[in-house]
């Protein structure tokens, strides 16, 4: 009898059935399944696959989540997964990260209690970044600098706001404002899958970065073969935060500080697979989930099909706010897809994956090239139009 594993939030990955495939020689058969509000965002041919519900009653398989919903529902069913409780801590919260890191002599992301912060920031120059201590995909995060530390109550408020829906999504009531030494660096995203006290690279993308609104946001993500330091943190960090039997994806935002070299920050982790990325790695053409499964099932490694390096995603963000009245800003010669159409409303100025107007796909990625079309990623007055008052 194979033992069951169950990929919970089957809408977060991709080609379903190659995936499966990859575990076909060894002692576990893998499953999907997605909640019916996510099961709309799966294609057919997967949809095959998955077992649309909310909840999970087969009591002898492992669950491993792939989405937040998902990550609640592991921590509420704990004994059904196979995720340490420091995955979930940290996975929840950046300052437990951050502690769990130091304590296991990693190089840790280093933070101030908020009353501190100001007197901090205007007498040294030194830059924080203020986060809500428990929520993603960049709400509430802002910098402060001596520049702008006036705005520092209004940011420690905006970050401790939780909107309905992520209350219920995370199960949290509250969100405690946190402030970050700001590090100044390259920043990158990894998916890691940890299986047994194994761990095998689902992928690596280099994020390059503007400021908006004193938010980061990324412009563009690059998918780059990882080097052996990436390789050899991201496993001291599946270390420190898994125990030994456990089985989970791990997702890994880091910076590589341009203060210090062979050095690599850990600033955010979730026992899940990463978001925002999904058009990317279908561009790529291959299953990079499904590689990095086979790897540690003991299969063949099959090499990354299609052009694995320097396979890039454009993200072309708002930096006003208004009403989107021409969307005739996408660069030739590259894919699209229109992610807002024209009436479509933007009121918010906001880092999150959610509030990008298209993407570009393309090949061949070189930092000058970059440099040539950045600004064109920034979609302004031009194309947004200010609401009259
Ligand atoms: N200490 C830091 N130094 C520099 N940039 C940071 C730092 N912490 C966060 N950031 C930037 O802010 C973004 C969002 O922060 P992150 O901790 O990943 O929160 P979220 O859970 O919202 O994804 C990061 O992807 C990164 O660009
Ligand atoms: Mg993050």
């Known amino acids: ?12 990955i991709y080609g379903l059935a190659d995936i499966k495939a990859a575990s076909k020689n060894s002692d576990f058969a893998l499953q999907f399944v997605e909640t019916p509000e996510m099961a709309k965002y799966i294609s057919s041919d997967d949809l095959k696959e998955v077992s649309v519900k909310n909840d999970i009653k087969d009591e002898d398989s492992i669950v491993v989540p792939l989405n937040e919903y998902w990550v609640t529902w592991c921590k509420k069913n704990v004994k059904r997964c196979r995720i340490s409780t420091k995955a979930f801590k940290a996975s929840r919260s950046k300052k437990y990260l951050a502690d769990c890191m130091m304590q296991h002599g990693l190089p840790s992301n280093r933070y101030e209690i908020t009353s501190n912060v100001k007197k901090i920031v205007s007498d040294k120059q030194k830059v924080y970044i203020i986060k809500p201590d ?23 408020i905006d970050a401790s706001i939780v909107d309905e829906k992520v209350k219920k999504v995370l199960d949290i009531t509250a969100s405690p404002s946190i402030c970050f030494e700001f590090i100044d660096g390259v920043e990158y995203s990894a998916d890691v899958f940890f299986f047994q006290g194994k761990i095998s690279v689902v992928r690596v993308c280099k994020k390059y970065r503007t400021i908006i609104d004193n938010a980061p946001c990324v412009l563009a993500y690059v ?32 910076i590589s500080p341009t203060s210090v070299s062979n ?15 999904s058009e990317l790695l279908r561009y790529h053409g291959g299953n990079l989930y499904r590689d990095s ?30 009403t989107l009245i021409n969307d005739n800003f996408l660069i030739n ?57």
């Open 134 to 156: 428990n929520q993603y995909s960049g709400h509430g995060v802002k910098i402060i600098s001596a520049l702008n530390y006036h705005n520092i109550d209004k940011y420690l």
């Open 1 to 12: 009898m194979k033992t069951i594993i169950i990929f919970a939030g089957a809408a977060s």
């Open 263 to 277: 050095v690599l920050v850990p600033i955010d982790f979730s026992c899940r697979v990463g978001g925002g990325i």
């Open 293 to 322: 499964l086979e790897v540690l099932f003991g299969e063949k490694c099959i090499a990354n099909k299609g052009n694995f390096q320097n396979v890039f995603q454009l993200n072309f963000i708002p930096n006003t706010m208004g």
């Open 333 to 389: 010669d590259l894919q699209a897809i229109k992610l807002k159409k024209l009436g479509d409303r933007i009121d918010r100025l906001d880092p999150s994956a959610n509030n990008r107007l298209a993407i570009c796909l393309g090949d061949n990625f070189s930092e000058a090239y970059y440099k040539k079309i950045k600004d064109r990623l920034l979609i302004g007055s031009q194309y947004i139009k200010h609401d009259e008052v």
């Open 223 to 254: 998918l780059e073969e990882p080097t052996e330091l990436i390789r050899r943190y991201l496993e001291l960090w599946c270390n420190a935060l898994f125990d030994y039997d456990n089985i989970s994806f791990g997702q890994f935002d880091f």
